[in-house]
């Protein structure tokens, strides 16, 4: 079967850093793009970041400077580094799997809550 786990969030205050981090199995990780999105209530969920097998990264505009996007294949992870925090990057994070075929087959966690306040 396959999982991502993700791990890493938590309240922090504006201006400050979190790194969220989503371990895969089940998967031969190297050949799959990873992403990030995140869902707001009321919301459509949104893509924040992915990443190709070839590293090439991609990026919301929202957040674009801000975060960053990186893989570890020998580790099965993919990270998600978030600076200068700011109250609207409150969201439940999800962690995507994208299989590399002509009909792409997604894979998700479960979220990880992310609260910026002070």
């Known amino acids: 079967q396959v999982q991502l786990v993700e791990s890493g969030g938590g309240l922090v205050q504006p201006g400050g850093s979190l790194r969220l981090s989503c371990a895969a199995s089940?998967?031969?990780?190297?050949?799959?793009?990873m992403g990030w999105y995140r869902q707001v209530p009321g919301k459509q969920r949104e893509l924040v970041a992915s990443?190709?097998?070839?590293?090439?990264?991609n990026y919301a505009d929202s957040v674009k400077g801000r975060f960053t996007i990186s893989r570890d294949n020998a580790k099965n992870t993919v990270y998600l580094q978030m600076n200068s925090l700011k109250p609207e990057d409150t969201a439940v994070y999800f962690c995507?799997?994208?299989?590399?075929?002509?009909?792409?087959?997604?894979?998700w966690g479960q979220g990880t809550q992310v609260t910026v306040s002070s």
């Open positions: 990443i190709t097998s070839g590293s090439r990264t």
């Open positions: 995507n799997a994208e299989s590399p075929s002509s009909r792409p087959r997604n894979y």
């Open positions: 089940g998967i031969i990780f190297s050949i799959y793009a």
